[in-house]
């Protein structure tokens, strides 16, 4: 008997790596889908909707109805494969219609104020938001609305109480915020239950079911639990083969759990032909890190930068173009100038994070720690502003503090790039 025990722990051994290393995304699946992709009903329909809204505007007569849901549906071919420029149409529509009924219609402000969100332009927003109320808006849309504004201008307090008021409600846009709220606030069960609660209730509408899915499958990313997150993603493929969301989900999972670069660079570059945005070109960016290809990573990273500092853009790039000015295009200045753009849109202890982090490269520790104690120091970060604090502690020969956020950074391991998991890696030993 003393001689089996050893045998079965080397079997049970074998047994749980094999569990550890199970293929999440492989060869034949990712085959199958990018060979047998088709343009979903769902996008043509879009175009069909468009044309006939769009031929339903008069141009000599102002009008709300045609207009916006035109506008709507620019938004949703932008959802659907990334061109800027629909967003930059539907925000000149209402813009439009906002001067035609002398701003004092509550639609058109409450509109725009969604706009200004997707485009990062959250200050924008928010008085978009303040004209709105003044007009006169319902209960729900003030207080969803309001979250959403004061959510990202980092007044979370204010959120919570939106949050409060309308959990009556017991609605999608209850559990999708409530999710949010969760996430900040390191409640990851919590936030994933409440997530897949709202997809339950997405009821007829699979477009807000697939928002509701993927954005879980990003949560379990976060909590490390890669197999529910591909499983997720690939719910949500099947519901509509243009998420590209998703199918960069499955990228990622193959590159950082399936240690498949060459699967995870098919998948990045597919996309890359498919969706205007540039993100799939940080994905590549992070492939040939995860690859060990330097001189790869800087092509990526330069053509991400080239793309993603577009003035089209404005600043809805600033945290990944802070990553590659901080790492492999060694320009901490430009990070600097970055993180401070952003600080004049968005007020928040992760943004200060970013600040605090690109003037600890661009070798100004005072100021770094200055930043860092009076606008980070005690507040809630993600995975990423956790790492960058602890290598600005470890430059500041805070040991003890530098150990501190890189446990807590490691809770998040498979959300930061291949560098960083390699570092944390190092760290911990």
């Not at 629909?86 to 509550?106: C, G, H, L, P, T």
């Not at 109480?161 to 949010?180: C, I, T």
């Not at 719910?235 to 998420?243: H, L």
């Amino acid at each position: 008997m003393k001689k089996i025990i050893p045998v079965l722990a080397l079997f049970m051994l074998c047994i749980s790596c094999n569990r550890q290393h199970t293929i999440i995304v492989d060869q034949a699946y990712t085959d199958s889908l990018l060979q047998h992709y088709e343009t979903p009903s769902s996008a043509k329909n879009t175009e069909v909707e468009m044309q006939f809204w769009k031929n339903r505007i008069d141009p000599n007569q102002a009008g709300i109805v045609s207009e916006s849901k035109y506008a709507s549906t620019l938004i949703s071919r932008f959802h659907q494969f990334g061109d800027i420029k629909d967003i930059k149409m539907a925000d000149s529509v209402m813009r439009k219609v906002n001067a035609d009924f002398n701003y004092k219609e509550a639609s058109p402000n409450l509109t725009l104020a969604g706009y200004a969100i997707l485009q990062h332009r959250f200050k924008e927003a928010d008085a978009y938001l303040q004209k709105a109320r003044e007009i006169g808006l319902k209960r729900y849309e003030s207080l969803t609305v309001s979250f959403d504004v004061d959510f990202e201008l980092g007044r979370y307090s204010n959120a919570a109480l939106y949050v409060k008021q309308l959990q009556p409600e017991a609605d999608y846009g209850y559990y999708f915020r409530r999710s949010k709220l969760d996430h900040l606030n390191g409640n990851m069960d919590s936030a994933i239950q409440a997530m897949l609660k709202a997809a339950e209730l997405a009821e007829s509408s699979e477009y807000l079911k697939c928002v509701a899915l993927s954005n879980a499958a990003d949560l379990y990313i976060h909590a490390g639990e890669l197999q529910k997150a591909g499983d997720l993603y690939k719910q949500c493929i099947r519901m509509n083969s243009a998420d590209y969301h998703s199918i960069t989900g499955l990228g990622w999972i193959a590159l950082v759990h399936d240690k498949n670069d060459s699967l995870a660079e098919q998948i990045f570059q597919f996309v890359h032909t498919k969706s205007k945005l540039p993100d799939p070109l940080f994905k590549l960016y992070q492939m040939a890190q995860g690859r060990g290809d330097s001189v790869l990573e800087a092509k990526y990273a330069s053509e991400f930068a080239a793309r993603a500092t577009d003035t089209i853009y404005g600043n809805m790039y600033n945290k990944y173009l802070i990553e590659i000015c901080t790492g492999i295009l060694h320009d901490p200045a430009k990070a600097e100038i970055l993180a401070k753009n952003e600080l004049s849109n968005r007020n928040t202890a992760q943004t200060n994070a970013w600040y605090a982090f690109s003037l600890f490269c661009n070798h100004k520790n005072e100021e770094a720690y200055k930043v860092y104690q009076q606008s980070v120091s005690g507040k809630p970060l993600e995975g990423l502003e956790l790492y960058w604090m602890g290598k600005l502690m470890q430059g500041l020969a805070k040991g003890y503090n530098a150990q501190e956020f890189f446990k807590a950074a490691n809770k998040n391991y498979y959300d930061l790039s291949p560098a960083m998991q390699a570092d944390l890696k190092k760290i911990s030993g």
